[in-house]
């Protein structure tokens, strides 16, 4: 109870209850949530120590037995020789890293079970709505700031980030995420984002940095993750369905060559072209070759090489047919094949 002076100059009691909803998500979250660091080998000699890359975030969300399964970013393990979980009572124990995937940004650890006691509670991302209150939990700016906890609400739903992977500065992927103007920064990536009943709605993954913007988080759905998740944990990778196909977007391709080497019509600037055909692929098979420029998947147009892998990874499994539309030397085509396991 705070004593407080009145007008008068008589102090009086005022009883303050700091238990509301967000304290109550953030005691079923909290403790599900940890630090991760990556270690890499550094310096020259054979015997090189490990030093600290990075430190991230990351969620438990399942114990088996003498294992425990955590959810993270792939840029939190990426490069490392080591990784090191903090529990939330600061209890430091190793990881191993079971499978990462560059697209969707995930990765799973596992970990022993012996000093886990929380594990997270799945959500249902598709159930938001814009307005919705909404906390991150993660380690700003390293284990310093561990298990920090900050308020805020769905600011957006559907958002897509064009991501470029390679680093070429061309987009090579459409991330699909939720917008919250919850704080969130380095550090933060592959923590929790839960909602107002502790239940895990989304991993936080990135936030747009520029200075003159503020409070946008963005974090990877819940609903989206699960099925990577499986795949990880399960396989050690994402199986994904495989055309045997090099591609190049119509639109980075000279206007000259569009109409001599590709043989379009003049009306038509987009779609995705076929630089090489790999031997006995499902694309050799179907009768797909070189310089053919796909418009149409599944009678879904095909805009750029980042719609094409959206409607391939997203909507497609191994096994599954795939229709095509395109361009032989002017002439539209169609073809059928049946896509493979991507080997690569």
Same mark, same amino acid.
């Given at each position: &109870?705070?004593?407080?002076p ?10 303050v209850?700091?238990?509301?909803d ?12 940890v ?10 000699w054979?015997?090189?120590?490990e030093?600290?890359?990075g430190t991230?975030?990351?969620?438990i969300?399942?114990?088996?037995g ?10 939190v ?13 600061g209890?430091k124990?190793?990881a191993e ?7 969707t ?13 929380k594990?997270?509670?799945?959500g249902?991302?598709d159930a ?8 991150a939990?993660?380690n700003?700016?390293?284990l310093?700031f ?5 308020q805020g609400?769905v600011s ?10 390679n680093n ?7 991330s ?6 919850a704080a969130?920064?380095?550090g ?8 107002i009943k ?7 993954? &990135? ?5 003159s ?12 993750a699960?099925?990577i ?8 990778e994402?199986?994904?369905?495989? &055309? ?9 391709i000279?206007g000259?060559?569009?109409?001599e ?5 003049k ?6 072209a ?14 797909l070759k ?17 719609d ?9 499994k191994v096994?599954?047919k ?6 032989r030397?002017?002439?539209e085509?169609t073809?059928?094949?049946t896509?493979?396991?991507?080997k690569?």
């Open positions: &109870m705070l004593q407080v009145n007008s008068s100059g008589i102090t009086q009691g005022v009883t209850d700091v238990e509301t967000v304290t109550k998500a953030v005691d079923i979250a909290a403790d599900a949530v630090g991760i660091t990556n270690l890499q080998e550094s310096g020259f054979a015997d090189a120590s030093a600290e890359a991230g975030s990351g969620v969300y399942r114990k088996s003498s294992d425990a399964y955590i959810v993270t970013n792939n840029h393990v990426e490069g490392a020789s080591e990784l090191e979980v903090t529990l939330a009572n209890k124990i190793s890293l079971i499978g990462s995937d560059i697209w940004d995930l990765a799973v650890l596992k970990v022993s079970s012996k000093e886990i006691t594990v997270a509670e799945f249902n991302s938001l709505k814009s307005g919705e209150p909404v906390i939990i993660g700003p700016l390293g310093t561990s298990g920090s906890v900050t609400i957006g739903l559907d958002r897509t980030i064009p991501v470029d992977i070429d500065g061309i987009a090579d992927w459409q699909e995420v939720i917008q919250t103007d969130i920064n380095p933060n990536s592959g923590g929790a984002l839960v909602n502790g239940q895990l709605i989304g991993i936080n993954s &990135m936030k747009i940095s520029e200075s913007v503020e409070g946008i988080g963005l974090a990877i759905p819940i609903n989206s699960v099925p998740i499986e795949d990880l944990e399960q396989n050690g994402v199986k994904r369905p495989y &055309m045997g196909v090099e591609l190049e977007s119509v639109s980075d000279p000259y060559y569009q109409e080497a590709l043989k379009l019509p009306d038509l600037t987009t779609g995705v076929i630089k090489a055909v790999a031997p006995n692929s499902p694309a050799e098979k179907a009768g070189e310089l053919d420029v796909i418009v149409e998947l599944d009678g879904e147009e095909i805009i750029d090489l980042v094409l892998r959206k409607h391939l990874y997203t909507d497609k096994g599954d795939l229709k095509i539309k395109y361009y030397e002017g002439k085509k073809a059928e094949l896509l493979a396991e991507d690569m």
